[in-house]
């Protein structure tokens, strides 16, 4: 893995959902995976990821720890954030037919569940140029589509014509999880960008 990730503090929302298969990515990448609970959790960390989950429930309690306005100050100075899943919709500006609490912080429009329910969980070979040529195996679960993308927004990867993986300066988000393949490309490039 690159020199940079090596050591390097990075934050794992661990409200509720997949918080244990990132912070296990992100130490196989040599980096250091902290648990983030409360808002001093976040203090020297140099990015976050918000995995899936339940995205209202994980929204809910980051507004009841106080969480929600600590990270929108550590966006706003910069820091990388990685939302995977129900990470993406939190990340979402737009939520259709949805009035559930979101951190708003990419210019992307998603609709929840849009791939289907649990038992419609399903794999695809996604083609990620940006992390190399082999295909990524992309987990979908209960996965939310990009529905529309703002123009400062780069679209990495696509399934059926829709986006599922996007880049917004210092934000990633992923309809997939990619925290079950063991495929480490998507958390050593996440890496990189909070290096």
């Known amino acids: 893995m690159g020199a940079g990730i090596a050591g390097i503090k990075v934050g794992i929302l ?9 912070a296990r990515s992100v130490e196989m990448c040599g980096a250091r995976a902290v648990a983030v609970r409360k808002p001093e959790d ?37 820091m990388p954030i990685y939302g ?30 849009a791939y289907g329910r649990q038992v419609e969980s399903f794999e695809a070979d996604l083609r990620i140029p940006a992390i190399g040529e082999a295909p990524f195996k992309g987990v979908f679960i209960r ?25 917004q300066g210092h934000f990633l988000a992923s309809s997939f999880h990619p925290e079950l393949t063991g495929d480490l490309r998507i958390h050593s490039y996440f890496l990189s960008m909070a290096s």
């Open 143 to 167: 996965a939310p589509r990009i529905e529309a993308t703002g123009p400062e927004v780069e679209a990495l990867a696509y399934l059926d014509g829709k986006a599922v993986l996007a880049r």
């Open 14 to 22: 661990a409200l509720q959902g997949s918080f244990i298969e990132h």
């Open 84 to 113: 995977t899943c129900a990470g993406l919709i939190l990340l979402a500006g737009h939520v259709l037919s949805s009035s559930q609490p979101v951190l708003g912080m990419m210019d992307i429009t998603v609709m929840r569940n």
């Open 42 to 78: 976040l203090e020297g960390v140099r990015g976050l990821i918000i995995p899936g989950g339940e995205s209202t429930t994980i929204g809910k309690l980051m507004a009841r720890y106080g969480l929600d306005q600590r990270i929108r100050e550590l966006a706003a100075s910069g």
